[in-house]
């Protein structure tokens, strides 16, 4: 097991990083953004980092909802389910957003999109699945940027609805 990297000032961030920082001070949270050793641009990359079980990674995936794009934050421990989460949002299609979609909707790169940080909000969902885990790491903004929240502070810092996104 690896220990967490040390959080990074906030100036030695990359801008994108910065965003999702000056997001985590306004909401209150403590966690830092930091810089880690290699690009994470996958769950399993991302606990083998920071040391911790690939289920406290809160993923953030941007999917189309009808056409609409919404962020999915889901645990690194599973699959989305499509047809799991058309009905938690009551949706006809959900299918991935395509990396020019992620980028517009999130100003980030998929592998490093935060769960805040965007120029818009998004409306979200929440993996319940995360609410096991006492610490998550989420990406900073970045590939090489993670930073560590409580389910509590994901799911107010997104007004994200907890939901089911994949079947047991």
Same mark, same amino acid.
């Given at each position: 097991?690896?220990?967490?990297?040390?959080? @990074? !000032?906030?100036?030695?961030?990359?801008?994108?990083?910065?965003?999702?920082?000056a997001a985590l001070d306004e909401a209150g949270v403590d966690g830092r953004v930091r810089v880690v050793a290699t690009p994470a641009r996958t769950a399993k990359d991302a606990a083998e980092l920071v040391g911790c079980e690939v289920g406290a990674i809160a993923n953030s995936l941007v999917v189309m909802a009808d056409?609409?794009?919404?962020?999915?934050? @889901? !645990?690194?421990?599973?699959?989305?389910?499509?047809?799991?989460?058309?009905r938690a949002l009551g949706v006809v299609e959900v299918h991935m957003a395509s990396a020019d979609e992620v980028r517009y909707a999130t100003g980030q790169v998929i592998g490093g999109v935060a769960p805040v940080g965007h120029p818009a909000p998004l409306q979200t969902v929440v993996d319940e699945a995360l609410?096991?885990?006492?610490?998550?790491?989420?990406?900073?903004?970045t590939p090489d940027t993670l930073f560590p929240l409580t389910f509590d502070e994901l799911v107010r810092i997104t007004g994200g609805e907890v939901v089911q996104v994949a079947k047991d």
């Open positions: 097991m690896t220990t967490a990297p040390d959080a @990074t !000032s906030s100036s030695d961030l990359p801008r994108r990083a910065q965003d999702v920082q056409g609409a794009p919404i962020l999915a934050m @889901t !645990s690194g421990a599973h699959r989305v389910d499509f047809e799991v989460l058309e609410r096991q885990h006492e610490q998550l790491w989420a990406a900073g903004g």
